[in-house]
């Protein structure tokens, strides 16, 4: 019996969100996209992605309604829509999986409440006021230690800085240096 290729004979929810998050590059794409990563040649520098794999992904989740393509001075970016939004406890949660289950030479990502000024435990609650930010409320700058994998492309030097997250970056602006 030959395999299958896609998920649209599961008949279940699931099955149906794994068509449009499943393939291997999209929940990446999507994270860099919460961190402020918007435009095509930021997204394939700091992912190291072929530009045919990053175009597919993105018409599928732009197709799919999780993010637009809105122009900008010649250059497309790409925004996260409210489905891609709601995509976020999915992300942070996988995260924090992999922080836990898996192995690895990187500090974690630590994320605060904006208005807390608080980091949010490994559920995504405030530990000060209790509640579950959304991504717009939150900030996002790199943990503490050692990251054997430091990348040193435009966009990975950028999120070393703590920033707002869904708010663009400008890898070109401020280059932190060694």
């Known amino acids: 019996m030959a395999l299958g290729t896609g998920y649209d004979q599961q008949g279940c929810y699931l099955a149906r969100a794994l068509e449009v998050v499943g393939e291997r590059w999209t929940l990446l794409i999507l994270r860099d996209c919460f961190y402020g990563v918007r435009r095509f040649t930021d997204l394939r520098e700091h992912l190291d992605i072929s530009r045919a794999v990053l175009t597919d992904r993105l018409d599928t989740l732009v197709a799919n309604g999780v993010l637009t393509r809105e122009g900008s001075g010649g250059h497309p970016e790409y925004l996260l829509t409210t489905a891609g939004r709601a995509l976020w406890p999915t992300i942070f949660?996988?995260?924090?999986?992999?922080?836990?289950?898996?192995?690895?030479?990187?500090?974690?990502?630590?994320?605060?409440?904006?208005?807390?000024?608080?980091?949010?435990?490994?559920?995504?609650?405030?530990?000060?006021?209790?509640?579950?930010?959304?991504?717009?409320?939150?900030?996002?700058?790199?943990?503490?230690?050692?990251?054997?994998?430091?990348?040193?492309?435009?966009?990975?030097?950028?999120?070393?800085?703590?920033?707002?997250?869904?708010?663009?970056?400008?890898?070109?602006?401020?280059?932190?240096?060694?």
């Open 93 to 178: 949660a996988l995260s924090k999986w992999g922080e836990q289950h898996t192995t690895g030479s990187h500090p974690a990502r630590l994320f605060s409440h904006a208005a807390c000024d608080t980091d949010i435990d490994d559920a995504g609650q405030c530990r000060t006021c209790g509640r579950i930010p959304g991504p717009e409320d939150l900030v996002v700058r790199p943990g503490p230690g050692a990251n054997a994998m430091r990348r040193s492309d435009r966009v990975a030097r950028a999120l070393e800085r703590p920033h707002h997250m869904l708010t663009p970056i400008d890898p070109a602006a401020d280059p932190i240096t060694e």
